[in-house]
Nanobody
């Protein structure tokens, strides 16, 4: 199992940037797939980006070219750099670590609000 804690959310103006962090309770080096998801009010949770342990990424079309996923294995931390933020990016952002069937772990979420 692995426990995840997100941080870095907040209020930002349109066009601004934020970096989210996801700290894991153990090494993330060998976790088969990690990623970021988001859920806006009244909507279902949706994929933002996933990354395999081999480095293959899958970005949602809505964030391609603006968001970047990365990891620091020494710190057991995954990041989401978000640039050129738009009001429609407003949501609670969750990190996920998946090693089916052993575990499918989620953090508690961090709120991102894009507003002037």
């Amino acid at each position: 199992q692995v426990q995840l804690v997100e941080s870095g959310g907040g209020l930002v103006q349109p066009g601004g940037s934020l970096r989210l962090s996801c700290s894991a309770s153990r090494s993330i080096f060998s976790i088969p797939r990690m990623g970021w998801y988001r859920q806006a009010p009244g909507k279902q949770r949706e994929l933002v980006v996933t990354m395999t342990s081999g480095g293959t990424t899958n970005y949602a079309d809505s964030v391609k070219g603006r968001f970047t996923i990365s990891t620091d294995n020494a710190k057991n931390t995954m990041y989401l750099q978000m640039n050129s933020l738009k009001p429609e990016d407003t949501a609670v952002y969750y990190c996920n670590a998946r090693n089916i069937p052993e575990y499918d772990a989620w953090g508690q979420g961090t709120q991102v609000t894009v507003s002037s």
